[in-house]
C-alpha cells in the first residue's frame, strides 16, 4: 500500500503528539488539534490502513494508535523537521569544551556529561581500545645504570611508561640511538600492526645494540597493557525515569542494571565503531542487544583516517525527541571535533 501525503501527514502528527505526551492518539484529537481538514472518520481509516502496513500499533482495543519502531524510523528518516539548540544550549557545549583538557579521555567525559543535561536522556562515551591506539612516540630514557625507562604516548593523548632492566654496558648514549630507532619505526603505526616484521627491521637496524632489543620491547608491550580496554563514561542514568515507559519497577530496575554491565556497554559502543564516521539513530528493534529493544540510540565516532579515536552516543526511549537529540549531536560533533584536533595534534588533518 502506497504512503500517500496523506497519510505522511497523519503520521507526522501522531508521532509528534506522542513523543510530547506518551498517550495513545486517537482521530478526533488530531482532527481537533492539527488543523488536517479531514474528519474523524477519514483519519480514523487512514490511522487503520497505517496500523495494517506496520507503522502504528493499537495499544488496547479501544485506544488510539502509537508508532511501531518502523513507524519511528520513517518519521526519522523523512518526515522530521530539524531542530535548533537554544543559545543557552549552545553556551553549555562551548563552556564544555573550553574546559582545560589535557586527555582526550576527559574531553569526551565532558561530552557525555552536557550531552546528557541538554537532551535529558542517559548519555555515554567511550575512549579507543588498544587495538585503535596510534603510538606518537616512543622513548627508552636512562634512569641510571642497568636501567631505563620506556615512554609510550598513543594518539589520544594518553602517556604510559614502564621501568626496565637493561645490561649494565649499555651507555646513556647508546640508548639515544636506541631511543630513535625504535621511535622512527613505531611512531605512526597502529598497536596490532606492530608485527614480526617490524621488529626485524629495528633488530637489524639496533645492530651493536641488539642486547636492548628485548628489555625494551617488553617495556613497550607493558605500556601498550595500560591501555587496555576502551574506558567508558556513563551520565544521567536516573533521567530515564522521569519518563513514563520507566515508571514500572520491572522494567526500571532492567535499565539501570544494563548501564551498569560495562560490558554491555562496551559491546553497544563497538558495534558503533564498525558503522562508520557519521551520526546513526538504532530504533528500538534495529539494536542487536537485546536490553536495548524499547530503547533509541543516538550516536556518533570520531576518527582520524580510518581510525576511531572516541564514541558519543545518547540513550532514551523510542519515544525519543529526535530532532533535539540530533540537533546538539551535530553541534557536539563539530565543537568535539576542533578540539580533538588540538588535543591530539594532528593539525589540519581531517576528522
Known amino acids: 500500500m502506497f504512503l500517500d501525503e496523506r497519510k505522511k501527514s497523519i503520521l507526522h502528527a501522531i508521532i509528534d503528539d506522542y513523543i510530547n505526551t506518551a498517550e495513545p492518539v486517537g482521530s478526533r484529537t488530531l482532527a481537533r488539534k492539527h488543523g488536517l481538514g479531514l474528519s474523524s472518520a477519514t483519519i480514523r481509516n487512514e490511522m487503520a490502513d497505517l496500523e495494517e502496513m506496520g507503522y502504528l500499533t493499537q495499544p488496547h482495543t479501544s485506544a488510539g494508535r ?5 513507524g519511528y524510523r520513517f518519521y526519522v528518516d523523512q518526515l522530521m523537521e530539524s531542530s535548533e539548540l537554544t543559545v543557552e544550549e549552545m553556551y553549555s557545549i562551548e563552556d564544555a569544551m573550553e574546559t582545560q583538557i589535557n586527555e582526550l579521555s576527559q574531553l569526551l567525559k565532558q561530552a557525555s556529561g552536557v550531552m546528557s543535561q541538554i537532551t535529558k536522556y542517559t548519555s555515554m562515551a567511550a575512549t579507543p581500545g588498544k587495538q585503535n591506539s596510534i603510538l606518537k ?99 544521567g542514568t536516573i533521567n530515564m525515569l522521569n519518563y513514563p515507559e520507566f515508571s514500572d519497577v520491572v522494567r526500571a530496575r532492567e535499565f539501570l542494571n544494563l548501564m551498569a554491565a560495562k560490558d554491555v556497554l562496551r559491546k553497544i559502543l563497538n558495534n558503533v565503531n564498525r558503522q562508520g564516521d557519521y551520526i546513526t539513530v538504532t530504533i528500538g528493534e534495529e539494536n542487536k542487544i537485546v536490553e536495548m529493544k524499547d530503547c533509541s540510540l543516538v550516536t556518533t ?21 529526535y530532532s533535539k537529540v540530533l540537533a546538539a549531536m551535530n553541534y557536539m560533533r563539530k565543537r568535539a571535533s576542533e578540539e580533538i584536533k588540538k588535543l591530539i595534534g594532528e593539525g589540519e588533518e581531517k576528522i
Do not use: W
Open 66 to 70: 502509537i508508532p511501531s519502531d518502523k
Open 301 to 321: 565516532t570520531y576518527s582520524l583516517g580510518n581510525v576511531v579515536v572516541g564514541t558519543l552516543g545518547v540513550i532514551g526511549p523510542t519515544r525519543m525527541e
Open 137 to 235: 612516540t616512543v622513548q627508552v630514557v636512562p634512569v641510571e645504570k642497568g636501567k631505563a625507562l620506556i615512554v609510550v604516548l598513543a594518539n589520544a593523548g594518553i602517556i604510559k611508561n614502564s621501568l626496565i632492566n637493561i645490561p649494565e654496558t649499555v651507555l646513556p648514549e647508546h640508548l639515544t640511538t636506541v631511543s630513535n630507532i625504535f621511535n622512527d619505526k613505531l611512531k605512526g603505526l597502529t598497536i596490532d600492526s606492530i608485527n614480526a616484521s617490524v621488529i626485524k627491521e629495528i633488530e637489524l637496524l639496533l645492530g651493536n645494540e641488539r642486547s636492548v632489543l628485548h628489555p625494551v620491547l617488553n617495556g613497550v608491550v607493558d605500556c601498550i597493557n595500560q591501555i587496555d580496554c576502551p574506558e567508558i563514561y556513563l551520565d
